[in-house]
């Protein structure tokens, strides 16, 4: 009797024997797998190892990464391999043939007691060091690895078109680099940075709606910022266009103009730019040039609504030490904005340069020495917005800051465990899923009923927290398991203001995506 003609209790019974988790089959469809699998992560007895993988498998088919991190729930959609394991010719035979080298003869006997030989219990992963550094030394290309954060985005998608509408009205897309430093002596692609330290330098393109990054590029650390920008931002648009958004806005930092690719996007008709320039002699002429009635006051908004009445400010400390011990003070009078059309050196067409000038007054001590004026610059395709709108739109970027933060010290994204480049690449990209699963929580947390606006709030909330507030308000929650009358009941053991969303979003995960 085969395996797969086993029958379901005898089945269910050896799993719980192997530790295994069983799956009826009914719901292998959810594993996306033409095979039944069984799978389960158990404790390696083995110093350093994380985890043990065991799989139900058919040893003449080949394994792939996206089977293996998520049970094909990461399904490489374009069918290819992302790895290719130890060995040439039979990859897949050759893998097998070491993972069966560590099955005991107990197990051995009780799988061919009910099988025919043709199906085997599987050990994976055996005397392959730790998971995560094993899995991620197996990526040695770029393509892997895009492969890899394209399958992530398939997944992404599906969860956007849960969205409503208005979701889909304009997909704001930023691009910066950060440094991403390393103690290590012998990490090959490491390099001095421009502010000389040993480190990385990664590109991060992100979706500004959601906080979730979209591409993550790993670089050597004397590598420019603006280096494979525009080709990661290009893979960004089309994503977000197969996505269904509308329109498109495309933001960075003066090392992001990118001149050469002005011209190509302006030409889509829904990708729009706001692009930092440089404060060259050339444009503060041109913006020194202008009549003093093209300058128009700007009026920044208040950080927030005063709904009884405003407080007091207290007293600014750190101003009142600067004056009195002498040191030079840079205080800010007023803001002006105006705009002039601008052709780039690299470009044929002419765009909105919009133009900030700020009044700085430099003092010393309690005497003001002199005053000033500094210019900032803005490029844009954008000819609807006013110019206020413009500046605002911009310096909305810097929210990003905030994410390559949580990227870094939240989800540990950053830390450069490894060896190389591509091994500590992956390690970033598969570290960067943590913190889109938590965006994900909040996009496909439910919003209706007589409550859909308090919902929304906390929908927002949710994209937004920091992810150790996600892992304290929804992760690691006190439960009692209790098996009793066919049934599963779980007790939560704890209570704060999250644990209604945790309920509505773990019916809500019962159902399957609309897509």
Not at 429 to 446: D, E, F, H, R
Request: include cysteine.
């Amino acid at each position: 009797m085969a395996l797969t003609d086993m029958p379901q209790d005898l089945l269910q019974q050896l799993c719980q024997d192997q530790r295994l988790l069983f799956l009826p089959e009914k719901h292998h469809d959810l594993l996306l797998a033409p095979w039944p699998v069984l799978r389960s992560w158990e404790r390696s007895k083995r110093r350093g190892a994380s985890h043990a993988w065991r799989a139900l498998d058919d040893p003449l088919v080949d394994l792939h990464l996206g089977r293996v991190i998520a049970g094909g729930f990461l399904q490489d959609p374009s069918g290819q391999y992302l790895l290719d394991f130890p060995g040439r010719g039979d990859p897949g035979r050759r893998f097998h043939r070491q993972l069966l080298d560590s099955i005991p003869p107990s197990v051995c006997q009780r799988v061919e007691r009910f099988g025919d030989g043709h199906w085997l219990l599987l050990q994976a992963f055996r005397e392959m060091g730790d998971l995560a550094e094993d899995l991620c030394r197996r990526f040695t290309t770029d393509a892997q690895i895009l492969t890899l954060m394209e399958t992530f985005n398939e997944s992404r998608s599906k969860v956007w078109r849960q969205q409503k509408l208005e979701f889909f009205a304009q997909a704001i897309l930023d691009a910066d680099g950060t440094i991403a430093p390393t103690t290590g002596e012998c990490k090959q692609g490491m390099d001095i940075s421009y502010n000389s330290q040993w480190s990385y330098h990664p590109l991060l393109i992100s979706l500004a709606n959601t906080k979730e990054p979209l591409y993550l590029v790993n670089r050597s650390g004397n590598r420019p910022s603006y280096e494979q920008a525009d080709e990661y931002l290009d893979k960004a648009i089309v994503l977000c266009e197969r996505a269904g958004f509308q329109h498109i806005l495309l933001r960075g930092d003066t090392d992001f103009t990118q001149t050469w690719k002005l011209d190509g996007w302006d030409a889509r008709g829904n990708v729009n730019f706001i692009f930092g320039a440089d404060d060259t002699q050339g444009r503060r002429a041109l913006a020194q040039a202008l009549p003093a009635a093209a300058w128009r006051r700007l009026e920044r908004p208040a950080k927030y609504e005063v709904k009884t009445q405003e407080r007091k400010k207290p007293e600014n400390v750190r101003e009142k030490i600067v004056r009195e011990r002498g040191y030079t003070n840079f205080v800010l009078q007023w803001e002006d904005v105006a705009e002039f059309g601008y052709r780039p050196t690299r470009c044929k067409g002419t765009y909105r340069m919009i133009a900030l000038r700020k009044r700085i007054a430099v003092e010393k001590g309690q005497e003001r020495l002199f005053e000033e004026y500094r210019y900032f610059f803005y490029l844009t395709n954008d000819r609807t917005s006013t110019p206020e709108q413009i500046v605002f739109l911009a310096n909305d970027r810097c929210d990003q800051e905030n994410l390559i933060e949580q990227l870094k010290n939240g989800v540990k994204a950053m830390r450069n465990p490894l060896d190389n480049l591509h091994s500590n690449w992956a390690y970033m990209v598969m570290s960067s899923l943590a913190w889109s699963l938590k965006a994900w929580c909040g996009l496909l947390l439910p919003a209706t009923g007589g409550w859909d606006w308090r919902h929304e709030q906390e929908k927002r909330s949710l994209v937004r927290m920091e992810f150790k507030g996600f892992m304290a308000a929804m992760m690691r929650l006190p439960c009692q398991i209790v098996r009793t009358g066919r049934r599963i009941v779980y007790r939560l053991m704890g209570w704060n203001p999250w644990v209604s969303c945790l309920l509505r979003l773990a019916e809500a995960m019962r159902r399957p995506l609309r897509c």
